[in-house]
């Protein structure tokens, strides 16, 4: 199995797919958020509640009967944190914030902080906590629904191979090394160069590196620290965003990062670099498979991208011969039905046919939910089987098929009214993606302008740009069917701009863009908004 990844990238949103074997697996997207000058670490309105963020906040109300509290972080709603999740060195934490508060002219290296005593699983939350008290929280569940995001007092920094904790000094090494020997090198090797007051989780991938990598990664992560605490230190005003994860592209590397990619292909220069330098950093033999990607053509669209995720999500989504599923998603779960659809019948009965169209069901499944990347509770409605050995064969390729998943599942066998039941790990909204086009002319009325006059329309937009706004260097993006149209014969109408407005008028085809429906870019990637008064009330 190969793997690509494509990322696009634009001031307002980035974009990322995953492709085994050409397919679509994985797909996330994430607004990107400016923030303005002398604010780069603030907690401004728009401020994205990605999982891994660190925030300086303040306790807002303590709830002892759920034992429990609510934390201002800047949020609309304020973040949820139980007593459980202080963490055991919580009051170590608590007593080096008070320090590093209190004295902001030297800051206290951790090394010479000093450990408290480990906090117990039985305790109340009122005995450590007061309202209005200063508290140093990490985002573990973003915002879902009417929640707020979900927090923790157990800091911690990943990385490729290590996970570095504050305030522990415990070395853990991922079960899946399964050698003995390789788990007790690692340990040692960990235990020399890790700081005083710092504990560490040894990653699957850090098997068989050398101490120098892992040394290298160390240092980064420890800098992270010290980085943060200075901002703790020379915060004023809270809420504050003390440390911001890494790039959304470099974090899915982080965890997705194997030998097995071919491509990575990146169409914005920034993050090209960074992705460029990620790789370089965790394996400079594989760097070259990082590429700048400079074509006409937007990049899903040119790796047909946009046409799979148009197919994929949706309510309904056909995946065998007719058959199909129709996923519904609640506040409480999802519920996926499964149906035969207009589906041949299998020469060999029924009950063939029923297992045939459960077992290719299973499959895209496990494709939607790391797609979508769904969580909480799944039930799933297959197709009645009657005999045993059929219902254990299902629950048996389900398992298979989620052994790809990096979340965290649990999948229970068919009930005895047909039913899978499946918890899948949750930290963010699972992923939609509207596959509706809207008239972008009429917006519902029935009625538009004749589509003969459309390309009048591009054109006094066009005339406004370079004439009136002075812009000469600018991209318009149009169905592809419209494309076809302006550039059809020698003396084409996309010719005819060019030579009255100039060769900076470019046109590209874009498979996501309604029928009538248009976009204009100026050279940097930022939409231009050519909108009449009419579309945008």
Known sequence: MTSELFISANPKKISIALTEDKRLMEFQEATQVQPSEGETTGVGPGASYSVGNIYLAKVRKLMPGLNACFVSAGHERDSFLHYLDLGTQFLSLAKYLKQVRSNKKEILPIAKAHIEPELGKEGSIQDLLQQGQEMLVQVVKEPISTKGPRMTCEISFPGRYLVLIPFQDKVSVSSKIKSGAERARLKQVIQSIKPKNFGVIVR?????????????????????????????????????????????????????????????????????????????????????????????????????????????????????RGAYLIIENTE????????????????????????????????????????????????????????????????????????????????????????????????????????????????????????????????????????????????????????AYITQGLWSIRRQWQMKYGLGVRIIPSQKLAFLQYEFYDKKGNEIDMKEEIEMK
């Open 204 to 320: 699957t991938v850090a098997e068989g590196k050398r101490v120098a990598e892992l040394d290298t990664e160390m240092k980064v992560l420890v800098g992270r620290w010290e980085e943060a605490i200075s901002r703790v230190s020379a915060a004023k005003e809270l809420p504050v965003m003390v440390y911001e994860e890494t790039s959304r592209a470099v974090g899915m590397l982080r965890d997705l990062f194997n030998p097995s990619y071919e491509n990575i292909y990146v169409d914005n220069e920034q993050v090209f670099q960074e992705v460029k330098d990620y790789v370089t950093l965790i394996a400079p033999e594989r760097a070259n498979i990082v590429k700048q990607y400079k074509g006409n053509l937007p990049i899903f669209d040119n790796f047909d991208i946009t046409r799979q995720i148009k197919s994929s999500f949706g309510k309904v989504v056909s995946f065998k």
């Open 332 to 483: 409480a779960l999802h519920v996926v039905d499964v149906n035969s659809g207009s589906r041949n019948r299998n020469s060999d009965g029924q009950e063939a046919n029923a297992l045939d169209v459960n077992l290719g069901a299973a499959d895209e499944l496990a494709r939607q939910l790391r797609l979508r990347d769904m969580g909480g509770i799944i039930v799933v409605d297959f197709i009645d089987m009657h005999l045993a050995e059929d219902r254990q064969k299902l629950y048996e390729r389900m398992c298979e098929n989620m052994k790809q998943d990096r979340a965290r599942h649990n999948i229970l066998p068919l009930s005895k009214f047909g039913l899978m039941q499946i918890t899948r790990q949750r930290v963010r909204p699972a992923t939609e993606v509207n596959i509706d086009e809207t008239c972008p002319t009429c917006h519902g009325k029935g009625t538009i302008k004749s589509s003969f006059m459309f390309t009048d329309v591009l054109e006094s937009k066009i005339d406004m740009l370079v004439n009136k706004l002075n812009i000469r260097s600018f991209t318009l993006h149009v169905h592809p069917y419209v494309m």
